[in-house]
Each structure stands twice: as C-alpha cells, then as structure tokens.
C-alpha cells in the first residue's frame, strides 16, 4: 500500500499534468479564428468552465487521432458513476478526461457582513450558535469524465437540436434578448442603417440608455448584434475603473458572449469577427496573454450563461447527458484521488462599452 507522501506526490503529479494540458491547450489559442471555435466548441459545454472545456476538447481531439473515439468532437460528458446511473458503462481501456473538480469548505460567522469575519469549520465542527454557514471553494482536485463515444449501454433520449435556414433568426430570441435590455433600464431602437450609428452595425449609448441596432441587415446579422450590444451592456459601464483599464478587450468580449448564444442556438458561427488572440491577450500589463486568454473565456462564458438560463428559446443542449443535473459534481474515477489545491483563478478583464463589429 503507498504511503501518504507517495500518494501525495502521486496527486501533485496529477495536477501538475493537468496545468501542462491546459497551459498548451491556451497556447494552441492563435487567430481569431482557434478562438471562434473554442467558443464555439464551449458553447456546447458551457456549464463547465472555461478551463476545462479546452482540457475536454484537447483529450478527445487526441483519442480520436489514437483512433479511440469515432468523431473528432464530444457530444455528451460525465463522470464515471454518472455513465452508470443512466444505465452506461465505460468500456474497457477508455481513458477519461481529466479535469479540475473544485475543492469546497465551510465557513461560518455571526456577521455575514463583514467579510473578515469568517471562519473555517473542521470537517465535523459545528457552527456556534447564530452563526450562518456558507461552501466556499478552497482549491481544486483532479477528476476525470467520459464522452458518450466512451462508453455502452442503455439509449439516451434525443436532445432538442434547433435548425435554422441561411440568414433566420431562432424563434423568440430577439424578444428575450431584448426584455433582458430594457430590463437593464436601456430602450432598444431599430435604425435604417449603419449611417445612423457612425458605421456600425449597432451601438450601446450608456448616457442615453439606448440600444440601436440597423435594420439593413438579415434577421440572423440583426440578432448577433442584439446580442452583441446586450453583451457591453452587462459587462462594459464605463464608471467602472477595471472596465477602463482593458478596453482593448471589449469588442472581443462582446463579440465572444454574442457567439456563444448564437451557438446555443444552432447559428453558424462563421461570420462572428475576432481578431488575432496575441493582439488583444498582450493589452494587460499586469498580466501574462495565457491569463488573459483563460480569464476572458470565463467570462465570457459566465456572461453567456446569466443570459441563456433567462431565456426560454429551445437551445442546444450544454454536454450534460439528459437525465443529469446540470451542476452534479463530477464523479471519481475508480480510485480516484483528491487534494486541496490552488483552484482555477478566473480573473476578471472588463473593458468599455462601444460599438459593435
């Protein structure tokens, strides 16, 4: 049996291989284009993080060049014990994915105000009388998931899976959108063309509270900039300090949140405009592009999901096999191992708000 410095250095080992495949999964992450179809690809995982929709994508994409799984792309994952409650099996000699689980611990206090205040209790301490109790995570462990390719057994239902013709928009989704604007206290206006807004194909005016979107346009190109300007009105006030600090990253942001609804929808990506990555990653200087990269995809991520789950429009699914919660803890392996270690750092890279691409 090993002992505990072994296993100990065992689950560093682990991590350590995990950090390396993400670090040349962000590096991989080139032109404008690597990134449109990232977003794309997490698009239709996004209820798992940034970070670990690239370590999917990149250990499928090397299974099916091993000739292990049969499509270059993943449809459905889950952890080990989840393939088994739906009645599937991992079939013998498939590798699983390994990925970041979060590490979580409770905390109490009798001021939930005062954010010095709280503690960690041990694993069975109980909080004081009056105290409140909250999870917080504390670090991340390794983990691993299986694609659907990877295992056998009983049928799953069929997910909703919308098409759409060249140049339509998906049914209901410019109402929702826009309920989500005037929501945020902005008034939508339809203007005849690029003229009205200084060339552009839409514009989020902060003073004036407004959205304008041109209507030359088809009503998929119409709904992308809805979209698009939703995105710099969540994300891009300009009273905010951070938001002026990395306003080179804005349009990026913007454009990236306004590809991923269009993707949960079924909308060709093709026509969403990114510049080259190590253009706008490199604008941060307290910050190395790989930082940049991973942090603006997470919120980008988190900014698309506050959106779709307001939404009642049929949407593609989100990689989790029907019959599964969305937010189900990802399973162990057989013998899986755990630590407390450094989580995933998702840092924030606001930027201004402005006109769309």
Do not use: C
Not at 44 to 63: C, D, E, K, P
Not at 146 to 170: H, K, Y
Not at 204 to 230: F, G, I, P, W
Not at 276 to 284: F, G, L, P
């Amino acid at each position: 049996m090993a002992s505990t410095s072994e296993q100990r250095a065992a689950r560093e080992a682990k991590l350590d291989e995990l950090h390396d495949k993400l670090t040349g999964a962000v590096e991989q992450l080139v032109s404008g284009d690597d990134w449109r179809n990232a977003l794309a690809f997490a698009a239709r995982f996004r209820s798992r993080s940034f970070n670990n929709t690239l370590l999917i994508w990149v250990q499928h994409q090397a299974g099916f060049e091993a000739g292990r799984v049969p499509e270059p792309f993943p449809t459905l994952v889950a952890g080990y014990k989840q393939w088994q409650g739906l009645g599937r099996q991992v079939m013998k000699g498939q590798p699983g994915y390994m990925i970041f689980a979060p590490v979580t611990g409770r905390f109490a206090t009798a001021t939930p105000s005062d954010a010095g205040s709280w503690r960690r209790l041990g694993p069975r301490e109980k909080p004081s009388p009056g105290e409140v109790v909250r999870s917080r995570m504390v670090g991340a462990r390794p983990a691993y998931v299986w694609d659907v390719f990877q295992t056998d057994g009983a049928p799953l239902p069929a997910t909703p899976t919308p098409v759409l013709l060249e140049g339509e928009a998906p049914a209901g989704l410019w109402d929702g959108l826009g309920a989500q604007i005037r929501a945020a206290g902005f008034e939508v206006i339809s203007v005849a063309d690029e003229i009205a807004i200084m060339g552009a194909n839409g514009m989020t005016d902060y003073e004036a509270r407004t959205v304008s979107v041109r209507e030359n346009m088809s009503a998929a190109a119409q709904l992308k900039t809805l979209a698009h300007e939703l995105a710099h009105v969540l994300m891009h006030d300009p009273d905010d300090a951070d938001v002026r600090q990395h306003r080179g990253i804005r349009e990026v942001e913007a454009e990236s949140v306004a590809l991923m609804i269009g993707a949960a929808h079924g909308m060709d990506t093709d026509e969403y405009t990114i510049p080259y990555v190590s253009t706008w990653a490199a604008r941060a200087d307290d910050k190395e592009p790989a930082q940049i990269v991973q942090a603006t995809g997470e919120r980008v991520r988190k900014t698309a999901m506050a959106i779709l789950d307001q939404l009642d429009t049929t949407q593609l699914g989100d990689g989790t096999p029907p019959g599964l919660e969305r937010d189900t803890p990802t399973a162990k392996p057989p013998r899986a191992t755990a630590r407390q270690a450094e989580p995933e750092r998702p840092h924030a890279a606001p930027v201004l708000a402005g006109r769309g691409l």
